[in-house]
């Protein structure tokens, strides 16, 4: 089975400035896929970014850059130029290739971007 | 954009009340979850489907059931809510192997 696991409960950043928040994973397979949700208080989890372990480039969405180590089994997720709309709970999941797309959460990181 | 629907959005009910948690997609997706998101914000998924009257439980036990007659259609059942199932209940669906999954807005469930 596959955990994944958000060590930062809680974080908080000024506007403007970048904030990392971290995941790692535990897994024996290979191939593999990870994200990023977010969820603002009461409203909808929307996809942040999507990342393909067999793939060495990280993925960035604007603002939003991931730091996959793959051997390390970590994918940090990078957020630049921290605005006030992106105070929300972040979590980390885990996708197992060809296992009909179920994810695995991480317990989710609540950011607070500050003015 | 709204295109995975879940009502009602909150609900508030008494214990032994049967209640039934609707879910609808407009996107043709085959595959279908249900997750349960407790207090502490953790996702744990409690129903999984693949297509049309195919569906499965989830790695956290729970005693609600669901139905797949419809590809748009994925509603979830209690039949006797109890004050332990008082949580967020959320609905998704996804469609390529690798793909994303898109999720609803949530159920807000409080049983008293």
């Known amino acids: 089975a596959q955990t994944v696991t958000q060590s930062q409960p809680e974080m908080s950043v000024q506007e403007a400035e970048t904030v990392t928040l971290s995941c790692t994973y535990d897994?024996?397979?290979?191939?593999?896929?990870l994200f990023w949700y977010k969820q603002p208080p009461s409203r909808q989890m929307i996809l942040v970014i999507r990342?393909?372990?067999?793939?060495?480039q990280n993925a960035t969405e604007n603002r939003f850059s991931v730091n996959f180590q793959k051997a390390a089994k970590s994918f940090s997720l990078k957020i630049s130029d921290s605005q006030l709309g992106d105070t929300a709970m972040y979590f980390c999941?885990?996708?197992?290739?060809?296992?009909?797309?179920?994810?695995?959460f991480g317990g989710g990181t609540r950011l607070m971007v500050k003015p | 954009e709204a295109d995975i629907y879940q009502t009602p959005r909150y609900l508030v009910i008494g214990t032994g009340k049967k209640i039934t948690l609707e879910c609808s997609q407009t996107?043709?997706?085959?595959?279908m979850y249900w997750y349960q998101q407790d207090p502490g914000m953790e996702l744990h998924l409690i129903h999984y489907?693949?297509?049309?009257?195919?569906?499965e439980k989830g790695d956290l036990s729970s005693e609600s059931t669901v139905s797949r007659i419809r590809t748009e259609h994925f509603p979830l059942t209690l039949e006797s809510a109890r004050p332990s199932h008082t949580s967020q209940y959320l609905c998704?669906?996804?469609?390529?192997?690798?793909?994303?999954?898109?999720f609803g807005n949530g159920t807000r469930l409080t049983v008293t």
């Open positions: 998704a669906s996804s469609k390529d192997p690798g793909s994303p999954l898109h």
């Open positions: 897994t024996s397979e290979n191939n593999y896929y």
């Open positions: 990342q393909e372990a067999y793939k060495q």
């Open positions: 999941a885990f996708m197992k290739e060809n296992a009909g797309n179920m994810l695995t």
């Open positions: 996107m043709g997706h085959d595959k």
């Open positions: 489907s693949y297509g049309v009257n195919s569906t």
